[in-house]
């Protein structure tokens, strides 16, 4: 498969990955350019492997990451700037609009772990290769993400408790 076909095939998965994970649409578009130009110069070893999928998910993850460590503290985003972007006025999308909007503001570690769980349906495996870690810190960071999640939906920390979380997270 050359690169051409793969990045139009794989492109609308990248894309919405680096979204979900990334806070500003135009700086996820960016990043993605970025990895996609230096996946297209290793092609030639990244395109016979079996895992190719994975290996640009990692890339495009890691960058996503050390982007955010280098200009995250210092640049705001378009979005922090703006505020909030203006949610759907219909009431089937307003809630995923404050769900999304919640899930921006998680660390992005616990951020990229709820987006490739959820929005591509990964296991904690592929989750634990893609960001380069144990498949158990991959569980910490989703029970703290579902956490943070539940405490800023209801308002309360007291008495949040998930058995299925907590015994992924301690068995």
């Known amino acids: 498969m050359s690169f051409e076909q793969y990045a139009r095939a794989r492109l609308p998965v ?22 996609l130009l ?5 092609w030639p070893s990244i395109g016979p492997m ?6 640009v998910r990692r890339m495009l993850v890691n960058e996503l990451i050390s982007w955010r460590r280098r200009w995250g503290r210092s640049v705001p985003s378009p ?3 703006l505020d909030e972007v203006t949610p759907d006025s219909s009431e089937r999308f307003a ?26 349906d990964l296991s904690d495996d592929e989750i634990a290769a893609d960001l380069g870690c144990s498949r158990g810190t991959v569980r910490v960071h ?9 405490i800023r939906r209801t308002g309360d920390s007291a008495g949040i408790s998930d058995p299925t979380i907590d015994e992924e997270v301690t068995g």
């Open 79 to 81: 979005a922090e700037l």
């Open 95 to 120: 809630l995923r609009e404050e769900l999304l909007a919640e899930v921006r503001r998680l660390p992005v570690k616990q951020r990229a772990v709820i987006v490739l769980r959820y929005f591509l």
């Open 38 to 42: 230096r996946a297209h110069r290793r």
């Open 14 to 35: 990248l894309v919405g990955i680096a979204r979900g994970i990334c806070r500003d649409r135009d700086l996820a578009q960016d990043v993605l350019q970025e990895v």
């Open 142 to 150: 989703a029970s703290r993400a579902l956490r943070t999640l539940r």
């Open 50 to 55: 079996d895992g190719r999928d994975a290996y």
